[in-house]
Every structure is written in C-alpha cells, then in structure tokens.
C-alpha cells in the first residue's frame, strides 16, 4: 500500500515553468514504477510521463517530450515533474500514480494507487 500527495501546481504564464512533487508515504515506495498524468476539463485522463523504480529509464508522452522532465528521489519517497516551456494546453489537473509491476506503462488503468490531484494552468 502506497499513499499519494501531490504539491507545486498553481498559475504561471506561457513560457513558463513549474516543478511538481509527488510525496509517498508506505514502505514499498521504492518497489514502484510511478507516473504523471494530468486532466484537462472536458476530456479523458491522459499518459504524461513515468520512470521506473531506479529512474534508469522514463518515458514521455509525444506533447511534452522535450519539455518535461520526471525524476524520483527514494531516500525522500519523491518523485517530481519539471515542467519548462509550459503551454495554455497544459492546462489541466495533474495526478501522480503508483504501479506496482516492473514495466512503464501508459494508461491509467494500469496503475493502482493515486493521489488527489494538483492544478496547473497555464495563461496565454
């Protein structure tokens, strides 16, 4: 069982950047593939980026590829997302998410834990 809390979202304008963190409490943090996704108003929840459990390989969805950057910190039960170059279609609420098996992967439905959400929008 792992718990979820997610902090750094707020406003900031096209061009842009944030740093989102993803706080685990839970012992088997560390035996976690962990993901970003995020949910626009209107539309489904989509596939951001994830990164395995020794952050030796990630993956990045084709919009933010370039731009985002997912990294983990298991002395502190941390992942974060940077997030530069920030868009008006970024805007959306972003998720944090644990899955306990041992390949990334890309759709929501393969990851068991979720924290509460945190906003980012971004104005043009």
């Known amino acids: 069982q792992v718990q979820l809390v997610e902090s750094g979202g707020g406003l900031v304008q096209a061009g842009g950047s944030l740093r989102l963190s993803c706080a685990a409490t839970?012992?088997?943090?560390?035996?976690?593939?962990m993901g970003w996704f995020r949910q626009a108003p209107g539309k489904e929840r989509e596939f951001v980026a994830a990164i395995t459990r020794s952050g030796g390989s990630t993956s990045y969805a084709d919009s933010v590829k370039g731009r985002f950057t997912i990294s983990r910190d298991n002395a502190k039960n941390t992942v974060y997302l940077q997030m530069n170059s920030l868009k008006p279609e970024d805007t959306a609420v972003y998720y944090c998410?644990?899955?306990?098996?041992?390949?990334?992967?890309?759709?929501?439905?393969?990851?068991?834990?979720w924290g509460q959400g945190t906003q980012v929008t971004v104005s043009s």
């Open positions: 839970g012992r088997t943090y560390i035996t976690y593939i």
């Open positions: 998410a644990a899955d306990p098996t041992y390949r990334l992967r890309l759709t929501p439905s393969a990851y068991d834990y």
